[in-house]
T-cell receptor, first 115, second 115 residues
Framework: GENVEQHPSTLSVQEGDSAVIKCTYS??????FPWYKQELGKRPQLIID?????GEKKDQRIAVTLNKTAKHFSLHITETQPEDSAVYFC??????????????FGAGTRLAVHP | EAQVTQNPRYLITVTGKKLTVTCSQN?????MSWYRQDPGLGLRQIYY???????DKGDVPEGYKVSRKEKRNFPLILESPSPNQTSLYFC??????????????FGSGTRLTVV
C-alpha cells in the first residue's frame, strides 16, 4: 500500500517569510495529492490539491508543486501570517485492484508563524 | 448548512463498556469514513464506506465496527473499548471517493478517553 512521509514535523517562521512542507509517496500510480489545514482545536479542512497531470497549482499565497519522477510534492506558503499557524497534512491515494478509494495522510507538520 | 455532525464531542468511559459515536451528513455524500488522530501519527483510517451497505477496513480497524444502513449515517462502534483507543476521532464524508474531484468534509471530532 501507499506510504506517505511528511517533513518537517515542526516549522517555525517569522511573519512574512515563506514556509515549505514536503511529502514523499511510494506508489508511482498515485494521481491525486491534497493538503489539509487543521487549526488548533478544529477539524481538518482541504486547502489545495493537485493532480498528476500538472506540475504546479497556485491559490493566492499557497501553492503546491509535484515531482512525479522523484515521487514528492510540496506545499509552499508565501508571505506567512499568524493565521497560517496550524497543523498541515498531506495525503495520497491508496487502493488496489485498479481502484483508489482511500486517502493515506502524512504525520503532519505543525507550522508556527511568529509576529 | 452543509455539514458532518458527530456526537458526542467529548466522552470519558471505562474499559469494556460498549459505546457508539454517531456521524451524520446532510450533503447526500456517498463516501464516509472514520479516522483517528494521534500525536505524531497523523490521521489514520479506521473504516470507510463507499455507499449504503458497503463498508471496508482502513489501516487500523481492530477493535472497531461500523455500519451503513442509511446514506446519511455512519456510526462507529467500540464493542469493548481499551485504553489504547483513547484518541481524537473524526468522521469525514465525500461526494464520491476522496481521491476524485471532491475532498473530504470532516466532522468536529470526538475526543474519547478510555480509563
Amino acid at each position: 500500500g501507499e506510504n506517505v512521509e511528511q517533513h518537517p514535523s515542526t516549522l517555525s517562521v517569522q511573519e512574512g517569510d515563506s514556509a515549505v512542507i514536503k511529502c514523499t509517496y511510494s506508489d508511482s500510480a498515485s494521481n491525486y495529492f491534497p493538503w489539509y489545514k487543521q487549526e488548533l482545536g478544529k477539524r481538518p479542512q482541504l486547502i489545495i490539491d493537485i493532480r498528476s497531470n500538472v506540475g504546479e497549482k497556485k491559490d493566492q499565497r499557497i501553492a503546491v508543486t509535484l515531482n512525479k519522477t522523484a515521487k514528492h510534492f510540496s506545499l509552499h506558503i508565501t508571505e506567512t501570517q499568524p493565521e497560517d499557524s496550524a497543523v498541515y497534512f498531506c495525503a495520497a491515494p491508496d487502493g488496489f485492484s485498479g481502484g483508489y478509494n482511500k486517502l493515506i495522510f502524512g504525520a503532519g507538520t505543525r507550522l508556527a508563524v511568529h509576529p | 448548512e452543509a455539514q458532518v455532525t458527530q456526537n458526542p464531542r467529548y466522552l470519558i468511559t471505562v474499559t469494556g463498556k460498549k459505546l457508539t459515536v454517531t456521524c451524520s451528513q446532510n450533503m447526500n455524500h456517498e463516501y464516509m469514513s472514520w479516522y483517528r488522530q494521534d500525536p505524531g501519527l497523523g490521521l489514520r483510517q479506521i473504516y470507510y464506506s463507499m455507499n449504503v451497505e458497503v463498508t471496508d477496513k482502513g489501516d487500523v480497524p481492530e477493535g472497531y465496527k461500523v455500519s451503513r444502513k442509511e446514506k446519511r449515517n455512519f456510526p462507529l462502534i467500540l464493542e469493548s473499548p481499551s485504553p489504547n483507543q483513547t484518541s481524537l476521532y473524526f468522521c469525514a464524508s465525500s461526494l464520491s471517493d476522496p481521491t476524485g474531484n471532491y475532498g473530504y468534509t470532516f466532522g468536529s471530532g470526538t475526543r474519547l478517553t478510555v480509563v
